[in-house]
């Protein structure tokens, strides 16, 4: 059985740095695809960023690009969403993913999903 548990979040002032963990269990995080979404109050959950480790084809939203990055750690099975110059607009529950093959942006595309873990971004 697969289990995802995210963990980083917290309350930080706009402009400022968290960086989420996703540890796994139950699966080989390098071998699979890892993406990253979120989701407001009252919002659709969004894409935000996944990397496909075989290859490290990675993709993030347009509105994330050059302020978040994706890392990982093979030896605790565990993948990194680094954020800086947070804005409020980032205020969100984050969430990490697997799916098996390419890179997706559609949540529906993903197999195991973690149970998130908020973030609040204050102006």
């Known amino acids: 059985q697969v289990h995802l548990v995210e963990s980083g979040g917290g309350l930080v002032q706009a402009g400022g740095s968290l960086r989420l963990s996703c540890a796994a269990s139950g699966r080989t995080l390098r071998l699979y695809t890892v993406g990253w979404f979120r989701q407001a109050p009252g919002k659709e959950r969004e894409f935000v960023a996944a990397?496909?480790?075989?290859?490290?084809?990675?993709e993030y939203a347009g509105s994330v690009k050059g302020r978040f990055s994706c890392s990982r750690d093979n030896v605790k099975n565990t993948v990194y969403l680094q954020m800086n110059s947070l804005k409020p607009e980032d205020t969100a529950v984050y969430f990490c993913a697997t799916r098996s093959g390419t890179i997706r942006m559609i949540p529906s595309e993903y197999d195991y999903w973690g149970q998130g873990t908020q973030v609040t971004v204050s102006s």
């Open positions: 990397k496909r480790w075989s290859d490290g084809i990675t």
